[in-house]
């Protein structure tokens, strides 16, 4: 029940964070996710967001900050083991699945849905 | 003062001694406008977004047909009839206007004015009509709220969410009927504005950004003219909303022209607060809906004689702002009134 709590207030606060930098710079939403993810990036490589994610679990991994966590291990797992090209394979190998499950939802989504505003 | 020099007046207003008159009007709008204060003035209503065809961009061009069909019915004119057709949108190459013109095939001249699109039409219809070039002009314009995101924020399909600070771009198309002769209002004067840019870059200022554009050519409209403020029943502004109409007051103010309740604004005026459009209404449709519908109703009911309609247009190219450029503002005004 803590995990759950942690994970909630975790993901919740990375959430709030975003809405802030929205809100308050009139960044896009396109723009504010790609940020998201280059912070997540970062934060991975400086080895701060490894941690967090072991102290709050999805509320971590989740987030798009975590997709960014997950590219650059991937990335630094398979250099690890096969040199300069794993800096290449390891990100999109480590997020294959995450990745290929947006475009099938996201493309039967709108297959079935039709926004009208 | 030779007679040729009488028409022009001043730096930009142009003055028509021949009758140019305002015979007939339609709107036909979509089912927020028909639920808004002016719901009853409007002639059709179209509930559907989509007004039964594939896309938001075919519905528009749907209700601009409608909106030529119902007024040349009331003139009880064919399209034939009409020697030249003066038609603007928002979307580009103006599309709406090109496949209407192609649906009514009369010899056809498209405008881009953004929301200042229907005091351009009317504009430069008096000319024609003055002129002598033509002695019936159908001017029409058009503006719906998903074509209109498409083409300059996120399609609509898309589903993303709306920054709450926006205007509501307006469904709706009016169409007028401009002759040499028949019963209706005059336009008398036509003030041809120029482009202001402030500088703003935020596409959801554009109140702000549109009012200086405003200020100057309700100004230069009374200087040509000589004529002062009680000489109008209403000074009707296109869509600067709540913002916008206060930055007009102030900077008229320094002119020394108090407008006061003589301001009408179609972006306010259009909807109610209760709608959730937050700043008011924008687009084409905004003021073409708001001018054929309530305030051609209100004229002939003689409950007004004389207006100024003066819309504004904010000229948002969404490839110029991502390259970093601002968004000018211009507005255009037409007086329209009985003799």
């Known amino acids: 029940m803590e995990k759950v709590a942690l994970a909630f207030a975790v993901g919740g606060l990375l959430c709030v964070i975003a809405q802030l930098v929205v809100d308050l710079t009139g960044t896009n939403p396109a723009n504010v996710m790609v940020l998201s993810v280059s912070v997540g990036a970062a934060l991975s490589g400086l080895g701060i967001y490894g941690p967090l994610a072991k102290f709050a679990g999805a509320g971590a991994s989740v987030p798009l900050t975590g997709f960014g966590h997950s590219l650059v291990q991937g990335m630094l797992e398979d250099a690890g083991q096969t040199g300069f090209s794993g800096i290449l394979s390891g990100g999109l190998r480590a997020t294959a699945i995450g990745l290929t499950t947006a475009i099938l939802f996201g493309y039967l989504m709108a297959v079935v849905s039709n926004p009208k505003g | ?76 004119y064919t399209a034939g009839q009409i020697d030249i057709l003066v038609a603007g949108d928002l979307l580009n190459q103006i599309i709406s206007s090109n496949y209407v013109a192609r649906t009514l095939s009369i010899p056809f001249l498209g405008l881009y004015g953004a929301c200042s699109t229907f005091a351009e039409g009317l504009a430069l219809s008096g000319i024609l009509i003055d002129g002598g070039y033509a002695q019936k002009v159908l001017a029409v314009t058009s503006s719906h709220h998903d074509s209109a995101e498409r083409q300059y924020r996120y399609p609509t399909e898309f589903g993303g969410q709306r920054p709450p600070a926006a205007q509501w771009t307006v469904t709706a198309a009016g169409a ?69 109409q206060r930055v007009l007051k102030q900077l008229l103010a320094q002119k020394g022209l108090t407008l006061g309740d003589k301001h009408w604004d179609c972006g306010i005026m259009i909807y109610d607060k209760s709608q959730d459009t937050h700043a008011g209404g924008s687009g084409c449709g905004c003021s073409a809906a708001v001018f054929c519908g309530h305030i051609i109703k209100r004229m002939r009911k003689g409950e007004i004689r004389r207006v100024l309609l003066v819309a504004t247009g904010a000229l948002h190219s969404p490839c110029a702002v991502q390259q970093g450029e601002s968004i000018p503002g211009i507005a255009h005004a037409v007086a329209v009134e009985y003799a």
């Open chain 2, 1 to 76: 003062m030779s007679a040729a020099s009488s028409k022009r007046l001043g730096k930009q207003t142009l003055r028509f001694d021949n009758p140019v008159v305002l015979t007939h009007a339609s709107t036909v709008v979509g089912r927020k406008e028909s639920q808004g204060p002016l719901g009853k003035d409007f002639d059709l209503v179209e509930p559907d977004s989509m007004v039964g065809e594939k896309s938001f961009e075919k519905a528009e061009v749907k209700m601009l047909e409608e909106a030529c069909s119902l007024v040349l019915g009331k003139g009880r």
């Open chain 2, 176 to 244: 007028a009927i401009v002759e040499a002769m028949g019963d209706g209002p005059l336009l008398t004067h036509a003030t041809i504005g120029s482009v202001f840019d402030m500088g703003i870059k935020d596409a959801n200022n554009m109140g702000a950004a549109m009012a200086p554009a405003a200020a100057s050519t309700i100004e230069a409209h009374f200087r040509d003219t000589v004529r002062t403020l009680d000489y109008y029943d209403a000074v009707v502004t296109g869509d600067l909303g709540i913002v916008g």
